[in-house]
């Protein structure tokens, strides 16, 4: 069974720092592209950032830029997401994301949330000011 479990999430200040991460089972994902989501209480669930299947690239939506940084291990099968500088509109259930498809870089199809083909239950995020 093919698995995606996000850990990490928690309370934090304003300013402050949380690295998510993302356990994949049930196959390598090393040739998949993988993103982090968010989706906060009332609001469609939104793009975060993005790593190409090859590590050639990543990308990270402009409310998140210079502060969220992603990263895999395809030794370990985990993705992970180092968020710095945390802010109270941060506040969401994050989720990891799993797609076979091959990005291109730039190409911004990798903020749709029907490109993927596996994801996590996600993992809660509060930023309290």
């Known amino acids: 069974q093919v698995q995606l479990v996000e850990s990490g999430g928690g309370l934090v200040q304003a300013g402050g720092s949380l690295k998510l991460s993302c356990a994949a089972s049930g196959r390598s994902f090393s040739s998949d592209s993988m993103a982090w989501f968010r989706q906060a209480p009332g609001k469609e669930r939104e793009f975060v950032a993005v790593e190409a299947w090859n590590g050639a690239f990543t990308d990270s939506g402009d409310s998140v830029k210079g502060r969220f940084t992603i990263s895999r291990d395809n030794a370990e099968n985990t993705l992970y997401l180092q968020m710095n500088s945390l802010k109270p509109e941060d506040t969401a259930v994050y989720y990891c994301?799993?797609?076979?498809?091959?990005?291109?870089?730039?190409?911004?199809?990798?903020?749709?949330?029907?490109?993927?083909?596996?994801w996590g239950q996600g993992t809660q995020v509060t930023v309290s000011s």
């Open positions: 994301a799993a797609t076979t498809k091959h990005f291109l870089p730039g190409s911004h199809s990798y903020y749709a949330t029907n490109e993927y083909d596996y």
